[in-house]
C-alpha cells in the first residue's frame, strides 16, 4: 500500500520583531573565493531590511545564502529559528519567497500562470489560490496583460510578473534581489511601497538596492557591505553618514535631510 506523504503546514504568524532569519559569522565560498567573511546579519518580522553596497560587495550572495540557496563554508543560516539545512524543500517554500535578479522562463507560460506558481507551496483551497493570484497581480500592476505569454513582456513587466509570484506565495520572509533595476520611476516607489506594506502586516523583507535614496526613504534598516563584509547596519538615518559612505563607495557623497520627510539623500559630491 502506497502512503500519501502530508504536505507540511504553513508557519503560525511571527510575533512582531520575531527573528525570521538570520546569519551568524557566515563565510560563503563561490568556486575558489570566499565572497562572505563572518557576516553576521538578523531578520525580523515587521521590518524592511536593505542590503546596500558596490559591486561585488556580496549582497546577492548574502541573500541567497539567508534564502538557503547557498550553502554556508563556516557560520549558520537560521530560517525561522532553524539551521536552513534542516528544513525540506517543501518547508523552505512555505516560509520564505526569493525574486532573483533575472526573471526567466524557459516554456510560453502566459502571466498568469507564471504568478500561479507561487501557489505551488500550499495545499489549499483553489478559490484561496484564486484570490492569491489576482490580488497579486493587482498590486503588482500586471492584471492588464493576465493572458499576454511571459516571453512577449518587456523587461520593467517580466520584473513585476516575476515580484506579483512572491506576493502569491505568501511567504512570511520575502527575500528580493534588485528588484527596481528594470523598472521606471513609478514602479520602483511601488515596489517599495509594497515592501513597506508586507513588513507592515508583520512580515519580514530583504531587499538589495543600489539606488541609496529608495534605501533611506523605505528600509527601517540597512546592512552596508563592502568586500564580503557587514560594515555598518542600523537605521538608515544613522549609517548613511558622509564619510562612511565616501568610505564604501570610493566616491565623495553628500549626505542630507529630504526637506519634506526628512529622509537621507545622498548624492555623488560633483564640482559646482
Not at 498568469?112 to 492569491?132: K, N
Not at 499576454?148 to 513585476?160: K, N, Q, V
Not at 506594506?197 to 534598516?221: F, K, P, Q, S
Request: proline share 8%; charged share 25%.
Amino acid at each position: 500500500m502506497r502512503l500519501l506523504r502530508r504536505r507540511p503546514e504553513p508557519p503560525a504568524p511571527a510575533e512582531p520583531g520575531a527573528v525570521l532569519a538570520e546569519a551568524e559569522d557566515l563565510h560563503v565560498d563561490l568556486g575558489r573565493r570566499t565572497v562572505l567573511h563572518g557576516v553576521s546579519v538578523v531578520v525580523r518580522a515587521g521590518e524592511v531590511l536593505a542590503l546596500v553596497g558596490p559591486n561585488g560587495a556580496g549582497k546577492s550572495t548574502l541573500l541567497g545564502a539567508l534564502a538557503a540557496d547557498l550553502p554556508a563554508a563556516a557560520g549558520v543560516v537560521r530560517v525561522h529559528g532553524r539551521p536552513a539545512a534542516e528544513w525540506s524543500a517543501a518547508e523552505l517554500a512555505l516560509r520564505r519567497a526569493v525574486l532573483p535578479q533575472a526573471a526567466t522562463m524557459s516554456f510560453p507560460f502566459g502571466v498568469e500562470d507564471v504568478v500561479r506558481m507561487g501557489r505551488a507551496p500550499h495545499a489549499a483551497d483553489p478559490a484561496e489560490d484564486d484570490l492569491a493570484v489576482a490580488e497579486a497581480m493587482a498590486r503588482a500592476e500586471v492584471t492588464d496583460f493576465a493572458l499576454r505569454p511571459f516571453s512577449a513582456l518587456s523587461g520593467g513587466e517580466r520584473a513585476r510578473v516575476a515580484l506579483a509570484r512572491v506576493l502569491a506565495q505568501r511567504a512570511p520572509l520575502v527575500l528580493l534581489d534588485e528588484p527596481t533595476a528594470a523598472l521606471d520611476l513609478r514602479h520602483q516607489e511601488l515596489v517599495l511601497r509594497l515592501c513597506r506594506e508586507r513588513a507592515h502586516a508583520g512580515d519580514a523583507v530583504v531587499v538589495v538596492l543600489h539606488d541609496l535614496a529608495l534605501a533611506a526613504a523605505y528600509a527601517h534598516r540597512v546592512a552596508i557591505l563592502r568586500a564580503g563584509r557587514v560594515v555598518a547596519d542600523g537605521p538608515p538615518g544613522e549609517v548613511f553618514t558622509e564619510a562612511l559612505l565616501s568610505d564604501v563607495y570610493d566616491q565623495p557623497v553628500e549626505v542630507f535631510p529630504h526637506p519634506r520627510t526628512g529622509a537621507a539623500v545622498v548624492a555623488p559630491r560633483r564640482p559646482s
